[in-house]
């Protein structure tokens, strides 16, 4: 631990994994950060086009073309109220496991 810096988790306070920002209590960021990642780890409680625009979100960061055009297939039916193509819903809603 170093003298003359405030140490969280012995991280200095302000940045890293484990520390808590100045200002905010530990507690909410545990609540916080729980409630995000509770959101985003059950995609099935989720309509098939945010689970599209998320998917499409990392399909994007990955390159991967063939899930871009599923997602936008799935996004461009939603927004002109036709089904999504079953085969896309199965790409989209796979995707992450």
């Not at 988790?9 to 200002?23: D, E, F, K, M």
């Not at 871009?68 to 193509?85: F, V």
Request: proline letters at 7%; a negative charge.
């Amino acid at each position: 631990m170093a003298f003359g810096k405030r140490m969280v988790n012995a991280r200095p306070v302000g940045g890293g994994i484990g520390t808590t920002p100045v200002g905010v209590s530990a507690g909410a960021v545990g609540v916080g950060i729980h409630a995000a990642s509770a959101a985003a780890s059950d995609p099935l409680d989720k309509s098939p086009v945010d689970v599209a625009w998320l998917v499409l979100e990392a399909a994007n960061d990955l390159g991967d073309e063939p899930t871009i055009e599923a997602c936008r297939r799935i996004i461009d039916a939603s927004l002109n109220g036709k089904p999504a193509p079953q085969a896309d819903l199965t790409v989209v809603t796979d995707y992450f496991r």
